[in-house]
């Protein structure tokens, strides 16, 4: 789309707002034109609250979930139990482990994957940190949920070769068929891991 | 998606963006964790544009064309076909005919249509200011380009009523746009055809 009839400053707007993840341009045009032309202390909310995160919103030094305080809304609740803690990814899959209310315990961010080829190794993610959490911590149990992908299934696997001289119980979230699922639709390799998952009644 | 696990001004920042046209909660989540991670300056870019935008950015004068002077880019531009209007509902559908390439005249912005059962009638949109363009400017021709939408309709034929009268070349787009259509969303080549096809009345 020709931009050049639009002032700079709503142009410039407009191709920053296309970079974002999910919006091209056309998108971007449709939210520059309604944040022009909506109440400005709602357009000057999201700016502001954009700036607020940015310089309030950092990790948890304990497990590197995001926070506005020293440790996280979870590391800080009594109630959860301090001595398990669920291995993620991300932020993103914490709070898709939260949703399920079925994890009581915390959790430690890896802030990524092992991705060889993209030369990430375990420095470069948050593994050091989750071992010294388990000098300091007295940690019975941890629970691996990092996703089925290739990277996540070599991080699981570097984590439990790495972790299975201490004195732990380490085990590894299920993956099979999703609920509500169709085993007529399901592809090799989950039907192949449900099939070694199999659980005794 | 339970956001309880976020800090606050996360989580205020995700209700805000996902009220934005074309976003839910999951895209807005998306685009609040990239504006989170992305470098700080990318972030504050976004943000400042919006407040500048807001600040700078305000209808023209003549036209109700954004602009961020006391006239448009298209008002202002010495090139372009002075006796000659193109009424449009919004920026977005003048930007649609700006596309084409194939008008050269100015335009003029009504802000809106005609739409009884919102009661929007002829003193909500930029119709006297229209009216008061016609009396100082040497206009010679007038050409309507509203959607082709009840509302659309109906507002051209308020217009060509209320116009009939004057010493004006009076014509309206040729519709190879389909009924139900949106102006901003049409390509190109329609749209040149659509102007090169106008009838007069």
């Known amino acids: 789309m ?67 305080e020293e440790l996280c809304s979870i590391c800080r609740d009594p109630a959860r139990d301090t001595g398990v803690i669920c291995v993620v990814e991300s932020t993103a899959d914490l709070l898709a482990v939260e949703q399920s209310g079925a994890f009581k315990g915390r959790y430690h961010v890896l802030q990524g994957v092992l991705a060889p080829l993209d030369a990430i190794g375990p420095d470069d993610i948050r593994i050091k940190e989750l071992l010294k959490r388990l000098d300091t911590e007295n940690i019975k149990e941890i629970i691996i949920a990092t996703n089925p992908s290739s990277e996540g299934e070599a991080t699981a696997h570097y984590l439990v070769k790495l972790l299975k001289d201490r004195p732990l119980r380490i085990s590894r979230i299920a993956y099979g068929i999703p609920m509500g699922g169709d085993l007529k639709y399901t592809d090799r390799i989950t039907m192949e891991r449900a099939l070694k998952g199999r659980q005794e009644f």
């Open 2 to 68: 020709s931009l050049n009839a639009y002032p700079p400053v709503l142009t410039q707007l407009i191709r920053r707002l296309s970079k974002l993840p999910g919006l091209g341009e056309k998108s971007a045009t449709r939210i520059a034109m309604f944040l022009l032309q909506c109440p400005k202390e709602e357009a000057e909310a999201i700016a502001e609250g954009i700036l607020q995160m940015r310089s309030q919103v950092h990790t948890c030094s304990r497990c590197f979930h995001f926070t506005d």
